[in-house]
């Protein structure tokens, strides 16, 4: 059975609304391309929800498929993994990590996402110009990551109300140290 414009308006999207300048700029995330400008946090999201009924029609007009909604994925991956490394490197992150005020595997999980980054960009500036939003989503660098980095304002909706996520610490916090002997 095919899903109609219906059945996707009703699944939970993320949605991130980053002010610019004199604007605010509403998108959702897992659906490239679907955004919308409006002059007010409130305003670009009620017409993200037009831009979202034209996207999923045209999407599905085309027969092309759409991506669910990241809550409802399903990923192969743990989050875990063990690493080894020269002891003589190890001191030195811990010691970064240190200086930063949070814990070596928060300071490791920032380092890998930078680089990784850096490298999508690298490939996308050796391709051409039109895949830069590609490796953006590829290398998760997501309006919410920025704004957590920068300390710059972003706005998502959160139970039905837009939140600025700079307010939300208990989702944006750093790992408080872990003091055990363990080295990390």
Excluded at 146 to 162: F, M, Q
Aim: glycine share 6%; proline share 5%.
């Amino acid at each position: 059975m095919k899903r109609t414009v219906e059945d996707f308006m009703k699944l939970p999207y993320t949605v991130e609304i980053v002010p610019d300048e004199e604007s605010y700029l509403a998108k959702v995330k897992e659906l490239d391309g679907c955004l919308t400008v409006g002059d007010s946090p409130a305003e670009a999201l009620e017409m993200l929800e037009d831009a979202k009924l034209e996207w999923f029609a045209a999407v599905i007009a085309d027969d092309f498929d759409i991506p669910l909604p990241e809550t409802m994925r399903e990923f192969k991956q743990s989050g875990k993994f063990a690493l080894r490394m020269p002891k003589s490197l190890h001191q030195k992150l811990a010691e970064e990590a240190d200086i930063e005020g949070v814990s070596l595997n928060q300071y490791l999980v920032t380092l890998l996402a930078e680089r990784n980054t850096l490298a999508s960009l690298k490939r996308v500036f050796l391709q051409g110009v039109p895949n830069v939003e590609k490796a953006l989503k590829r290398a998760g660098k997501s309006a919410r990551e920025l704004a957590r980095r920068t300390h710059t304002p972003c706005y998502v909706v959160k139970d039905g109300k837009i939140v600025n996520v700079a307010e939300q610490q208990t989702d944006y916090r750093p790992e408080k140290k872990n003091t055990g002997g363990d080295g990390s």
